[in-house]
């Protein structure tokens, strides 16, 4: 039988400091396009209600450079309803993917994932889901910009067809 082997005191392996990782330098596209955006704006247009019906909406929207520009942030507040619509909307560009990163959080809770690979023929498409305690849903963004107005519309895939849900002019 062996004699049971006492532990024997192992000091630590010192550790040398890591190097500090080079900062990932923020896209020049994001105060582009920010610059472009940038500015309050007034909005009219309809939401539609999924019966056939729609209702008029109005709403403010200011969009702004932020976090050392790289994000662009836009807040968005409906006027009129009985519980103002509100939601932020962050995007930002990955210069390696060449591809628009879009986050929008709502006050409702809901929120929604987006991307885009930028302008086409004028006209921005963001493509993702939206998620809220009703579950998840396929969605898409459109936008024009010119000059100072912003045209934007949104669909929404229920029942595996596309179905318009607002529609809105906003002008700086």
Same mark, same amino acid.
């Given at each position: 039988?062996?004699?049971?082997?006492?532990?024997?005191?192992?000091?630590?392996?010192?550790?040398?400091?890591?190097?500090?990782?080079?900062?990932?330098?923020?896209?020049?596209?994001?105060?582009?396009?920010?610059?472009?955006?940038?500015?309050?704006?007034?909005?009219?247009?309809?939401? +539609? %209600?999924?019966?056939? =019906? !729609?209702?008029?909406?109005?709403? $403010?929207?200011?969009? #702004?450079?932020?976090?050392?520009?790289?994000?662009?942030?836009?807040?968005?507040?409906?006027?009129?309803?009985?519980?103002?619509?509100?939601?932020?909307?962050?995007?930002?560009?990955?210069?390696?993917?060449?591809?628009?990163?879009?986050? +929008? %959080?709502?006050?409702? =809770? !809901?929120?929604?994932?987006?991307? $885009?690979?930028?302008? #086409?023929?004028?006209?921005?498409?963001?493509?993702?889901?939206?998620?809220?305690?009703?579950?998840?849903?396929?969605?898409?963004?459109?936008?024009?910009?010119?000059?100072?107005?912003?045209?934007?519309?949104?669909?929404?895939?229920?029942?595996?067809?596309?179905?318009?849900?607002?529609?809105?002019?906003?002008?700086?």
């Amino acid at each position: 039988m062996q004699e049971p082997v006492e532990p024997q005191f192992v000091p630590p392996v010192p550790q040398r400091p890591l190097p500090h990782p080079t900062p990932v330098p923020v896209s020049a596209e994001i105060a582009t396009q920010g610059k472009l955006l940038a500015g309050t704006y007034a909005c009219k247009g309809n939401r +539609q %209600l999924g019966n056939g =019906a !729609s209702t008029p909406l109005q709403a $403010s929207l200011v969009v #702004k450079l932020d976090l050392d520009n790289a994000w662009i942030v836009g807040a968005w507040t409906e006027k009129g309803t009985e519980k103002t619509g509100k939601f932020v909307d962050y995007r930002t560009f990955d210069d390696v993917a060449k591809q628009w990163t879009r986050v +929008q %959080l709502v006050s409702d =809770a !809901s929120h929604s994932v987006l991307t $885009s690979t930028g302008e #086409k023929a004028g006209e921005w498409v963001w493509e993702g889901v939206a998620s809220s305690a009703r579950g998840t849903v396929t969605v898409r963004h459109h936008e024009t910009l010119k000059g100072k107005e912003l045209k934007i519309w949104g669909e929404a895939q229920l029942g595996g067809t596309w179905q318009k849900s607002y529609e809105a002019t906003c002008k700086r």
